[in-house]
């Protein structure tokens, strides 16, 4: 109790998969110096709708998510003339995913006409992981999320998390809008890699402590080498390399925008478009 009102974000059970096992100890991968071991605990990995190239119309509604790896995970591996059959009309609202490890919301492969919306993300390691080949046509709008917990045991690399995981390289399918959306959190928007056809509109988000107040040396939106120049006339292993560990600069190529988000964070805007972020009016900007 806190002046005789319950916690609203009291500490998290102490529970194998939320805070005593390794990330990598369920998901690490062999080709990044993660082979199994006995001591893993692989039977972790797993997640609460999962689904193998079906044609979609998919509607996940009003259930609550607690302590999963994975909520909703999505594969398409349908020939690459047929993959727009599949994993197509999903609609995912008025859930609450609660200690997710990993991703909330994960479309892998190729995914095309997604609705997320009015849904709670809280301590989520990562709510979106949109790491397609293709995809288009995502509208994610008018969710709240908070991180009042981290994850995993003490120095775990895998627990600072962001809200949208990238993927190297992409093709667009069509457009992805994220907008009027609410986060008070920890975790960077996108610390690394790219992504296209991608506009973030009218979004709030506050970087803060579990207590609520703001946050001490917070994650930087854009990643820790936001800073780094863009170089022109880089190759495609080049750029690739350039982009691990910031969000691409390449915004009108890759037709990204930010418009009208308020972000709360000392960089936000003038530092980041100093770096060659455009970002685009910020909310209380003009008129």
């Keep these: 109790m806190k002046n005789g009102h319950p916690d609203p ?10 805070n005593k096992t390794r990330w990598t100890q369920i998901h690490g991968a062999a080709k ?28 996940i509604r009003k259930n609550i998510v607690i302590d ?10 349908a020939s690459a003339d047929r993959v727009q059959a599949y ?9 609450w995913f609660v200690r997710i490890r990993d991703n909330a919301v994960e479309p892998e492969n190729d995914a095309f006409n997604w609705t997320v919306r009015h849904n709670k993300f809280v301590d989520c390691h990562m709510p979106f992981s949109f790491e ?20 995993g045991p003490p120095k775990d690399d895998h627990a600072t998390g962001q809200l949208f995981k990238f993927p190297d390289t992409r093709e667009v399918s069509g457009p992805h809008y994220v907008f009027n959306n609410t986060w008070l959190t920890r975790i960077a928007v996108a610390k690394k890699k790219r992504f296209a056809g991608f506009y973030h509109f009218n979004n709030a988000i506050a970087l803060r402590e579990p207590n609520g107040a703001p946050a001490v040396d917070p ?37 990204i ?11 936000f805007p003038a530092a980041y478009r100093g770096a060659s972020y455009p970002l685009v009016q910020i909310h209380g900007e003009g008129s």
Aim: proline content about 7%.
């Design 257 to 267: 925008e930010f418009d009208g988000d308020n972000i709360e964070h000392p960089n």
């Design 32 to 59: 990044d110096g993660f082979p199994v071991m006995d001591t893993d605990a692989r039977a972790f990995d797993g997640d609460f709708f999962r689904a193998w190239t079906i044609a979609g119309y998919v509607v």
């Design 132 to 151: 397609t080949v293709s995809s288009g046509h995502f509208y994610v709008f008018g969710n709240l999320g908070w991180n009042a917990n981290t994850p």
């Design 87 to 95: 994993c197509k009309n999903v609609l995912i609202e008025d859930n």
């Design 219 to 255: 994650p930087n939106v854009f990643g820790s080498q936001w800073a780094s120049p863009d170089k022109a006339n880089l190759g495609r292993e080049e750029l690739i390399a350039s982009e691990e560990k910031r969000f691409t600069k390449r915004w009108d190529a890759l037709k």
């Design 9 to 18: 974000n009291p500490p998290p059970p102490q529970t194998e998969l939320w």
């Design 68 to 77: 999963a790896f994975n909520a909703v995970h999505m594969f398409n591996e």
